[in-house]
């Protein structure tokens, strides 16, 4: 019975289709490599967990029999121990993976606080465990085409794999903006590469704010979080819907566009913010942060700095020293004079 959900499994035909992948690449290289010995030890893990999937075993840690960790089979097909089997020397070496990650990771994020042609932004950036899925930047005039442009997103998953996958959204969004396209045109190309360069089970939300330095604005958004907009004394809830960029390779994105005045306020978070529990295990939740973004004071919105805070205080008063589960990222963008 267990074997053969398991084997219906469209996770485990995943892995399977990835093994065979490996498998035949392992072949070739084989036979150019006859003396290579490293290469046919390989190819015999590889078969013993072609194996396990067809026994039903594959993904089961084989010290404890727990599960092992989904986001560490998905970087490394082959592993047969859950984390807390690791043997020493093995667990060196992740925690070594892990801080070289959490470097890079940290090197690709924007300044916290920046200002510049008409903008003030700030961020936090706080991953749950040592690296994080969140994605986020800003990019500044002198890399784009004369706007500055606002990205908050969130990689399926967590942990390792999933900040790989926030660093090749990055480098993709970086290079794709040198092409000067429309925001709309960007975030399709964004979601055929992500499509064609992650298996299937992985995808990534993400909000792309464009913003000239006069205050006009535009908002396309691959399934993230909508953006709330204070201007005029209203909020303005903006650039909803949109799937994440890597389900469909032919998902098209419409934009939404709004003018900000000196002084209107943007907020960018990410899911980690609105699906935050508490002790009581009640959900902080789209309604509270609207709230709190209508109820801010001037004190909170005359800097972008103020209004993160404020937000980032209302999710800690919310969660009243209840730990997190997710990431958190919050990026709040105001109009300067
Ligand atoms: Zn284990």
Redesign the pocket.
Known sequence: MAEADLNANPTTEIFRSELVERRTRLERAVDRNRSDHHLGELLSEVDKALQRIETGSYGL??????S?EHDRLLADPLIR?????LTPSEQRALEQDLQLAAEIQRGLLPQPDVRSNGWEVAHHFAPLGVVSGDYCDVVLPEGADGHSYFLLGDVSGKGVAASILMANLHATFRTLLASRQPIDVLVERANRLFCESTIASQYATLVCVKASAEGDVEIANAGHCPVLVASGGRTHVMGSGGLPLGMFCSSRYPTERCHLDPGDVMLLYTDGVIEARNGDDAEYGHDRLVAMFGATDEAARGSARGLATACLDDLAAFLGGSPRHDDVTVMAIRRTE
């Open positions: 840690c084989e010290t404890c029999g727990g092992i121990y859950c984390l807390e089997d």
